[in-house]
T-cell receptor, first 112, second 114 residues
Framework: AQSVTQPDIHITVSEGASLELRCNYSYGATPYLFWYVQSPGQGLQLLLKYFSGDTLVQGIKGFEAEFKRSQSSFNLRKPSVHWSDAAEYFCAGRSNDYKLSFGAGTTVTVRA | ETGVTQTPRHLVMGMTNKKSLKCEQHLGHNAMYWYKQSAKKPLELMFVYNFKEQTENNSVPSRFSPECPNSSHLFLHLHTLQPEDSALYLC?????????????FGPGTRLLVL
């Protein structure tokens, strides 16, 4: 089945440290891939997306993600986290139809 | 963000009540979606409307009834719900564009069924 998987349920990181969130996909062809962030009580905000081309994608809030076909991964990174980055992060993927498949999410806690 | 708005933001209803959730998009999109987000579960796609036509009903119980009167508005009518229907209901919209489309989400309606 076509899907995305987020192996980490919860990550704790110190403020100012780097962050990497993992996402693996399972699609026959190159999928369209997305990262969304959800703050408590809020909807999902798009951080970045990959359709084709440059495999390193820049997003909002200082986030970037790298598409690696050889590893079937689309990991999200930020070089220096801020306390406001504490949230739940969702990886999502889609083939040529409109149906987004979401990972289970990774909760990020930022400690001072 | 105000591209996709949802009202109400919070709703408490009894199992015999009838209520409706409203979603409005101001992005000029032509597809709209309802998702259910329950605790500890991945987002579940419920319904899809493409150019006002329902193109997806993901085995959703009939106590949930969607309505899309135009490409900017989407409703979810609720009746005789169960406590397990308590969840965050998210609306999203997108512009259908040959595959390279992106869904944008509203803030959600937090529903509690007593």
């Amino acid at each position: 089945a076509q899907s995305v998987t987020q192996p980490d349920i919860h990550i704790t990181v110190s403020e100012g440290a780097s962050l990497e969130l993992r996402c693996n996909y399972s699609y026959g062809a190159t999928p369209y891939l997305f990262w969304y962030v959800q703050s408590p009580g809020q909807g999902l905000q798009l951080l970045l997306k990959y359709f084709s081309g440059d495999t390193l994608v820049q997003g909002i809030k200082g986030f970037e993600a790298e598409f690696k076909r050889s590893q079937s991964s689309f990991n999200l990174r930020k070089p220096s986290v801020h306390w406001s980055d504490a949230a739940e992060y969702f990886c999502a993927g889609r083939s040529n139809d409109y149906k987004l498949s979401f990972g289970a999410g990774t909760t990020v806690t930022v400690r001072a | 963000e105000t591209g996709v708005t949802q009202t109400p933001r919070h709703l408490v209803m009894g199992m015999t009540n009838k209520k409706s959730l409203k979603c409005e998009q101001h992005l000029g999109h032509n597809a709209m979606y309802w998702y259910k987000q329950s605790a500890k579960k991945p987002l579940e796609l419920m319904f899809v409307y493409n150019f006002k036509e329902q193109t997806e009903n993901n085995s959703v119980p009939s106590r949930f009834s969607p309505e899309c009167p135009n490409s900017s508005h989407l409703f979810l009518h609720l009746h005789t719900l169960q406590p397990e229907d308590s969840a965050l209901y998210l609306c999203a919209s997108s512009r259908v564009a040959g595959g390279q489309e992106t869904q944008y989400f509203g803030p959600g309606t937090r529903l509690l069924v007593l």
